[in-house]
T-cell receptor
Framework: DGGITQSPKYLFRKEGQNVTLSCEQN?????MYWYRQDPGQGLRLIYY???????QKGDIAEGYSVSREKKESFPLTVTSAQKNPTAFYLC???????????FGSGTRLTVV | QKEVEQNSGPLSVPEGAIASLNCTYS??????FFWYRQYSGKSPELIMF????GDKEDGRFTAQLNKASQYVSLLIRDSQPSDSATYLC???????????FGQGTELSVKP
């Protein structure tokens, strides 16, 4: 079955550490997105990519980095520069820009 | 003015009633409109999309679009407790290549 897979489901980060969240899709979608969601809040866009080897900053890119070396994969690194990284991170893909998104199941990141 | 606005709620309706969720948007060039349902602790799932003015029905759900007034709504008929969730409105950004999400409306259906 086609889908979008995020791993891990839960992740704990120590202060000063970089961590990488995985996002893989086998839907043959061109576009991929990373969102952050804080409790009781809406979705805030971190980065997005419409084609391989190209990506754009979203509204809250500071402290995050991404790569898009393969169509199927769009990993997100939360760097030590992100001062408040505890949140629910959602990856999404769409067949192309402006089409409906399919979301992964999310990664819940906690700083310990 | 936010690009996509929704009342945060909570909207409380009794079981069996019609729940009406509203969304307004600012980009007149937007062409695609989506409703997502998000259960607590879970990821959003797409339940409706609409591209043309008027109504689109799918089971108990009806999406309504009025581009002249820049609003889109979602009606849920015969509301069930299992419909209790946060509903996110999303609108395509005409020149930006991505969807803009509202803050979401929390719906509570009381038995």
């Amino acid at each position: 079955d086609g889908g979008i897979t995020q791993s891990p489901k839960y992740l704990f980060r120590k202060e000063g550490q970089n961590v990488t969240l995985s996002c893989e899709q086998n839907l043959n979608h061109d576009a991929m997105y990373w969102y952050r969601q804080d409790p009781g809040q809406g979705l805030r866009l971190i980065y997005y990519s419409q084609i391989v080897n190209d990506f754009q900053k979203g509204d809250i890119a500071e402290g995050y980095s991404v790569s898009r070396e393969k169509k199927e994969s769009f990993p997100l690194t939360v760097t030590s520069a992100q001062k408040n990284p505890t949140a629910f991170y959602l990856c999404a893909s769409s067949i192309r820009a402006n089409y409906g998104y399919t979301f992964g199941s999310g990664t819940r990141l906690t700083v310990v | 003015q936010k690009e996509v606005e929704q009342n945060s709620g909570p909207l409380s309706v009794p079981e069996g009633a019609i729940a009406s969720l509203n969304c307004t948007y600012s980009d007149r060039g937007s062409q695609s409109f989506f409703w997502y349902r998000q259960y607590s602790g879970k990821s959003p799932e797409l339940i409706m999309f609409i591209y043309s003015n008027g109504d689109k029905e799918d089971g108990r759900f009806t999406a309504q679009l009025n581009k002249a007034s820049q609003y889109v709504s979602l009606l849920i008929r015969d509301s069930q407790p299992s419909d209790s969730a946060t509903y996110l409105c999303a609108v395509n950004q005409n020149q930006g290549g991505k969807l803009i999400f509202g803050q979401g409306t929390e719906l509570s259906v009381k038995p």
